[in-house]
Structures are given as structure tokens and as C-alpha cells.
């Protein structure tokens, strides 16, 4: 590949600027200029057409969005939008594992919990301790609550349970923690 030129540099960020501005003709530009490099990215990350198609369609889409926060000094255009492809195909990817939903993780804590072990007295332990669990997820916020069946009974990282309630990655962060906290102190003021 060859070095990108100032030149080349300038007219990328003069065709991102015409991006955040809303105009029409210079938008159809931008995607003719980077569908190809996107969207060969993304099939090499997906290993799918169509979902590579869906993955461009989303990256142009952040692209839009982000257009005016970019910045020049940091990297060209063509690197900043592949860093965007990146990101969506590698999050496209682990979207269309297969994950679990809440229902099904609470579903299946309450059949572990029904499963006979060997020792009867182990087992009504575990079903009492597996009721109480469900209270205390119960007992917090809607929300908070699948963010911590998500993160800890499947096992998803913050990221993927932003994904899956379709929030900032912030906010699920933050859902996750607080809930912890709270079925903590639930914990606690029960002891």
C-alpha cells in the first residue's frame, strides 16, 4: 500500500468535513472513496458478505456521526474509518454468537438447582441459596438486574452487554457495578 500524501490526507478530511455537514453530493463521494477498503475489511473479519454489507452500512453510518470530532492531527481518514470497521465487524461477530437471554439464564440456574447430586441435604442447600439469588435479582432494578445475569451467569463482557440492550458501553458498565453493589448490600443487611 502505498503512503497517502498530504494532498490525498487533505482532500479525505475536506470530503469528512463535507460528511458532517450534511451534504448529499459530498457523502455519496466519501462512501465511493472508502467502500472498498471497508468493506473488504469487513468481510475479512466476518467471513460473510452480507453481514460485511450490513457492517459498511453501519460504519458509514458512525462515520456521519462522528465526522466532526475528527481529527487530522491523529491519523487519516482511511485509518480512522478501518479503526471504525474494526470495532463494528469484531462487535457484528460476537453479536451473532449465540448468547443467551436473561429468561433462559434464570431458567437454567433454577434447573441446576433442581438437578439431583448425590447428597439430598447439599441439594436443599443449593436450592435455598439458588432461591435467594433470584429474590435478591429480583429485588433490584429491572435493568441492573440483566446486566448482572448477562455479565455473570453468561458470561458476556461489558461490551456485549452493551450490544444486547443496545446501550453506551457506559451505561452497561455502570448497570453492572451498581447491581453488583446492591445485591451486595441486599447480601449483607440479610446476613
Known amino acids: 500500500m502505498a503512503p497517502v500524501s498530504r494532498a490525498d490526507r487533505a482532500a479525505d478530511a475536506a470530503l469528512l468535513a463535507g460528511l458532517a455537514l450534511d451534504d448529499p453530493a459530498v457523502s455519496a463521494a466519501f462512501v465511493r472513496r472508502f467502500q472498498g477498503?471497508?468493506?473488504g475489511l469487513a468481510v475479512s473479519i466476518t467471513r460473510d458478505a452480507a453481514l460485511?454489507?450490513?457492517v459498511s452500512q453501519e460504519?458509514?453510518?458512525?462515520?456521519?456521526?462522528?465526522?466532526?470530532g475528527y481529527d487530522v492531527r491523529r491519523a487519516s481518514v482511511l485509518t480512522w474509518l478501518l479503526t471504525i470497521t474494526r470495532n463494528a465487524a469484531i462487535d457484528a461477530v460476537r453479536a451473532r454468537r449465540s448468547a443467551p437471554t436473561e429468561d433462559d439464564l434464570l431458567d437454567q440456574l433454577v434447573q441446576d438447582t433442581t438437578a439431583q447430586p448425590p447428597d439430598l441435604q447439599e441439594s436443599a442447600v443449593h436450592r435455598l441459596e439458588t432461591e435467594q439469588a433470584v429474590r435478591r435479582l429480583h429485588s433490584i432494578a429491572p435493568e441492573q438486574a440483566r446486566a448482572v445475569v448477562l455479565?455473570?451467569?453468561?458470561?458476556?463482557?461489558?461490551?456485549?452487554?452493551?450490544?444486547?440492550?443496545?446501550?453506551?458501553?457506559?451505561?452497561?458498565k455502570?448497570?453492572?457495578?451498581?447491581?453488583l453493589r446492591r445485591l451486595r448490600a441486599t447480601m449483607e443487611s440479610t446476613r
Open 151 to 172: 455479565a455473570v451467569l453468561g458470561g458476556c463482557t461489558a461490551a456485549e452487554v452493551a450490544e444486547r440492550e443496545q446501550i453506551p458501553l457506559g451505561t452497561a
Open 37 to 39: 477498503p471497508v468493506f
Open 174 to 179: 455502570t448497570r453492572i457495578r451498581t447491581g
Open 52 to 54: 460485511a454489507e450490513d
Open 59 to 68: 460504519v458509514f453510518v458512525r462515520a456521519w456521526r462522528a465526522a466532526g
